[in-house]
């Protein structure tokens, strides 16, 4: 099989280690890497036995690589996509695709008219059981979607947010779980309903941490057929099992941690309501052998199935518009829970980073103005110890003169 001269960007991201046995798949050929870090980028390029570039330009230019992958902080995401995708590389970027979603447009667009492939790493995708439900809902074993929930929590302790800076603030990674760990999810969710909702409400909060954004958080979702859901999150609680129900007129599905269940009706509920006499009746509901789709959520499956699309003209599963929704989605519950309002989607693109470019502009006021208070205080401390040293200088100086008198 054909490899790819692959490129690596920001190299020397914790991240890696979820990449490595994707880059030793025979589709790829490793060529270099690059990080502003030059330590540890040097450090992984010797492991890979590839070249390595502190500056990423140099390297596309010099490399002339077919695929891209992008593994720095997320706010870089959409200025080095786009300039991998004019530069002519197909590029994979790690979730999430970039903060804002028009940032996330302007990628798409950028893969258009480039006529490149813009993948966002979603595994979760590749898990056997969401494969499972992906299917048993394609082949409409559950009827009409009428209700989705979902809830995961991502527990991190605060040594987390030290490992990299740029986790938990506005400016380094434009918002907390929901930047960070809830994408995996959302786009599950986004995955499994068939697309995004419509409206969204939602509640952010700051339950533990120390840091600048939301580490937990609540929505509700209305889909454009009616469907109602709801998500939870939060990196500020202790560890729960995955939670994911979907419920259809014909029957729901579970599933809890690895494990799917489903559960059907003996009718379609709309079938039973519209003729079942008896009026406090239910239909009767029964579980059923489910056929288990192979499959695994890791780097590798994606890879797998990028380079299948490269190579022999496949459908990537989360190309860039499906990569989008989520980022879309988190972004439509920061707005909303900063606004308290209900908000529709398509999300509005300017106001939203109208809200962002406030959040970072008070997060960095905050930073400075406890700056300032440390410095006042501070100084209040110096005022303190040197009025302490005259008056006991004073006192001294008194008893000395009354001694000598
Ligand atoms: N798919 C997953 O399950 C998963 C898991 C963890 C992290 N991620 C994502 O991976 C990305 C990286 O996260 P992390 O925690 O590993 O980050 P990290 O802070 O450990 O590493 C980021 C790396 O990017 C480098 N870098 C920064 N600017 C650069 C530039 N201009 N050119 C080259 N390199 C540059 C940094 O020096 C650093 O080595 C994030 O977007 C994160 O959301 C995805």
């Known amino acids: 099989m054909k490899s790819l001269r692959h490129v690596v960007i920001g190299a020397g991201a914790v991240v890696i280690g979820m990449h490595q046995e994707a880059l030793q798949l025979p589709t790829v050929d490793l060529v270099a890497v690059s990080d502003i870090n030059v330590e540890t980028g040097q450090q992984r390029a010797q492991e890979f036995g590839c070249a390595f570039y502190a500056d990423y330009r140099e390297m596309l230019e010099k490399e002339r690589p077919e695929v891209a992958v992008i593994t720095t902080p997320h706010p870089l995401h959409a200025q080095i996509a786009i300039e991998c995708l004019r530069a002519g590389s197909h590029v994979l970027v ?3 695709m970039a903060v804002q979603v028009a940032e996330a447009d302007a990628m798409i667009a950028a893969a258009q008219e480039n006529q490149r492939l813009l993948g966002v790493v979603f595994q979760h995708r590749f898990r056997s059981e969401v494969q499972t439900a992906y299917k048993l809902i394609q082949e409409g074993k559950l009827g009409d979607i009428q209700h989705i929930e979902m809830n995961r929590l991502w527990p991190r302790p605060e040594s987390y947010f030290h490992q990299s800076p740029w986790r938990g603030t506005w400016a380094g990674e434009g918002g907390g779980v929901l930047m960070n ?10 995955f499994l309903a068939g697309g995004l909702p419509q409206r969204v409400q939602a509640w952010t909060r700051r339950l533990l941490h120390s840091i600048e954004t939301e580490d937990t958080a609540q929505a509700i979702f209305e889909w454009p057929n009616g469907a109602l859901g709801s998500y939870h999150t939060s990196t500020a609680q202790v560890p729960q099992p995955e939670y994911l129900k979907i419920v259809g007129t014909r029957g729901y599905l579970e599933i809890i941690g690895k494990d799917l269940r489903l559960y059907l009706s003996e009718k379609d509920f709309r079938e039973f309501s519209a003729t079942s006499p008896e009026p406090f009746s239910s239909p009767k509901m029964h579980q059923a052998e489910v056929e288990i789709v192979p499959g695994q959520g890791n780097h590798a499956s994606v890879y797998r199935n990028f380079h299948e699309a490269i190579l022999n003209g496949g459908t990537f599963t989360s190309e860039g518009a499906q990569g989008r929704m989520e980022l879309e989605l988190a972004n439509a519950m920061i707005y909303a829970s900063a606004t308290r309002s209900e908000v ?13 470019e406030d959040l970072r502009k008070e997060a960095a006021g905050q930073k400075s103005s406890t700056a300032v208070k440390e410095l006042l205080n501070a100084s209040t401390h110096l005022r303190r110890k040197i009025y302490q040293t005259a008056h006991k200088f004073y006192i001294s100086t008194c008893i000395m003169v009354i001694l000598c008198v």
């Open 94 to 96: 790690e979730k999430p």
């Open 181 to 190: 760990q809830a994408p995996h999810n959302l786009d599950v969710l986004c």
């Open 344 to 356: 529709e989607l398509p999300l509005d693109r300017q106001k939203y980073a109208s809200l962002l």
